[in-house]
Structures are given as structure tokens and as C-alpha cells.
């Protein structure tokens, strides 16, 4: 039996990190959460042309950070950082006697960021864009970027048809059960006449190698490149 995990929640605390980071006593841990999501809805909702990546907070004590990744982080700062002063006062009424600090950085390749291919697709199929098509340009767009592999699924009504079916391509290496395995994951929700579709995309970035191994491969390639021209000096 093929068991399904989450690409990045199997690798939390190996190579990826979480998305929300800080500590809770048991009365104050669901308030908390919900505070947290409550704040993601909002950002998402908002600001939904900006092609937000991800939200990250982080709390120490009475502070709160929230750092905004997105594709066009010029809509979330606004004209001389009106935009982000409103979201800010908007954060402090939801969570109150807290300071909150807002920062929007941006996607530097957006084309392998997993959860911005998947809202791309999801957009397409919804403006009646061939899924196909969708999906090779994505691909296409992404191997261009640097990706090593990359997987598209969509998944529902595709096109209509009466029965529910699911179509994927792959392209390159996925190695989902390597944990050292760079692989990015993203899910969106197409909202078409004929009914909800899903997109899901994983997309294979290369390996993060420990700091040891990384150390050995890079004085071999050294002492590939440079050892005859030591010897040769010395």
C-alpha cells in the first residue's frame, strides 16, 4: 500500500522549518492557533493578486512578526507604506496588547515556487485555459528556472465531463522519500462552473547536503580544478 504524507511536514525539522514559530501553555494553545490562521485568511483574501507564498509568524513575548513572501510585494507595502501601516493596525485589533511588525519580501523566481504554480494553473482552468496546456507551460516555465523535477496533478470534473478523474504529468526526478530531497509542494482550488477542481504541484529543487558532506565535495572539486597547479608551484 502506497502511504501519502505531506512533502514538507515530512520534512519539518530536517531541512524545512515551520511556518509558525513560538510556544504556548495547553489553556492559550487553540486561541493561539486560531489567532494565526484567522491572520492568514486575511492576508490571503486581501491581498490575493500580490501571489502570496507564504505567511510566516513568528511571537516573542508581546511581539509579533509576520513576514509576507510574495511574487508582487509592491501591492502589500502600498504607496509609501500606507498599505502595510493598515495591515498592521488590522493584526493589533485581532490580536490585541500586542506589537506587531509587518515585513513583505520578494519571490525572486516565482516560476519554481510550488504554491504560486499551483494558483497560476488553478486561475488558468477557472478563465477555461486547456488544463493541459496549463500544466506543460508550468512545467516547461519551471525546468527553465532550474527545477531538477517537477509534478502537476489536477484532480475533479476536468472539462465537464460527468465522471470525476484525476490527469499528471512528470517531468525529471522526484525522490519523495529522500528527506534530504529540496521538494517544494503547493495546493490550490480552481472554482469553475462545473464544479471544484484541485491543483497540486511538487516541484524537486536538488538535495540539501549536510555541512560536512557539502565541505568534502567541495575541496574534491579543489583539489580537482587546482591540485596539478599547487603541485606544480610548490
Same mark, same amino acid.
Given at each position: 500500500?502506497? =502511504?501519502?504524507?505531506?512533502?514538507?511536514?515530512?520534512?519539518?525539522?530536517?531541512?524545512?522549518?515551520?511556518?509558525?514559530?513560538?510556544?504556548?501553555? *495547553?489553556?492559550?494553545?487553540?486561541?493561539?492557533?486560531?489567532?494565526?490562521?484567522?491572520?492568514?485568511?486575511?492576508?490571503?483574501? *486581501?491581498?490575493?493578486?500580490?501571489?502570496?507564498?507564504?505567511?510566516?509568524?513568528?511571537?516573542?513575548? $508581546?511581539?509579533?512578526?509576520?513576514?509576507?513572501?510574495?511574487?508582487?510585494? #509592491?501591492?502589500?507595502?502600498?504607496?509609501?507604506?500606507?498599505?502595510?501601516?493598515?495591515?498592521?493596525?488590522?493584526?493589533?485589533?485581532?490580536?490585541?496588547?500586542?506589537?506587531?511588525?509587518?515585513? #513583505?519580501?520578494?519571490?525572486?523566481?516565482?516560476?519554481?515556487?510550488? =504554491?504560486?504554480?499551483?494558483? $497560476?494553473?488553478?486561475? =488558468?482552468?477557472?478563465?477555461?485555459?486547456?488544463?493541459?496546456?496549463?500544466?506543460?507551460?508550468?512545467?516547461?516555465?519551471?525546468?527553465? #528556472?532550474?527545477?531538477?523535477?517537477?509534478?502537476?496533478? %489536477?484532480?475533479?470534473?476536468?472539462?465537464?465531463?460527468?465522471?470525476?478523474?484525476?490527469?499528471?504529468?512528470?517531468?525529471?526526478?522526484?525522490?519523495? =522519500?529522500?528527506?534530504?530531497?529540496?521538494? $517544494?509542494?503547493?495546493?490550490?482550488?480552481?472554482?469553475?462552473?462545473?464544479?471544484?477542481?484541485? %491543483?497540486? %504541484?511538487?516541484?524537486?529543487?536538488? $538535495?540539501?547536503?549536510?555541512?560536512?558532506?557539502?565541505?568534502?565535495?567541495?575541496?574534491?572539486?579543489?583539489?580537482?580544478?587546482?591540485?596539478?597547479?599547487?603541485?606544480?608551484?610548490?
Amino acid at each position: 500500500m502506497g =502511504q501519502k504524507t505531506h512533502p514538507i511536514g515530512f520534512r519539518l525539522g530536517v531541512i524545512k522549518g515551520w511556518d509558525s514559530k513560538w510556544y504556548a501553555p *495547553r489553556r492559550e494553545y487553540a486561541k493561539t492557533l486560531h489567532e494565526d490562521l484567522k491572520i492568514k485568511d486575511y492576508i490571503k483574501n *486581501r491581498y490575493k493578486v500580490a501571489g502570496i507564498a507564504s505567511i510566516e509568524i513568528e511571537r516573542i513575548v $508581546d511581539k509579533i512578526k509576520v513576514k509576507i513572501s510574495a511574487a508582487r510585494p #509592491a501591492i502589500i507595502i502600498g504607496r509609501k507604506g500606507q498599505e502595510v501601516e493598515y495591515l498592521k493596525r488590522v493584526i493589533e485589533k485581532m490580536v490585541p496588547g500586542k506589537e506587531v511588525v509587518v515585513t #513583505a519580501t520578494e519571490v525572486k523566481v516565482p516560476e519554481i515556487n510550488a =504554491q504560486l504554480v499551483a494558483e $497560476d494553473i488553478a486561475l =488558468q482552468i477557472e478563465r477555461r485555459v486547456s488544463h493541459r496546456r496549463a500544466m506543460k507551460k508550468a512545467i516547461d516555465n519551471a525546468l527553465k #528556472a532550474g527545477a531538477k523535477g517537477v509534478k502537476v496533478q %489536477v484532480k475533479g470534473r476536468i472539462g465537464g465531463a460527468e465522471l470525476a478523474r484525476k490527469e499528471w504529468f512528470l517531468v525529471g526526478r522526484m525522490p519523495l =522519500q529522500t528527506l534530504r530531497a529540496d521538494i $517544494d509542494y503547493g495546493f490550490a482550488t480552481a472554482y469553475t462552473k462545473y464544479g471544484i477542481l484541485s %491543483v497540486k %504541484v511538487w516541484i524537486y529543487k536538488g $538535495d540539501v547536503l549536510p555541512k560536512k558532506e557539502k565541505e568534502e565535495i567541495l575541496k574534491k572539486i579543489e583539489e580537482e580544478l587546482y591540485g596539478s597547479t599547487k603541485e606544480e608551484v610548490s
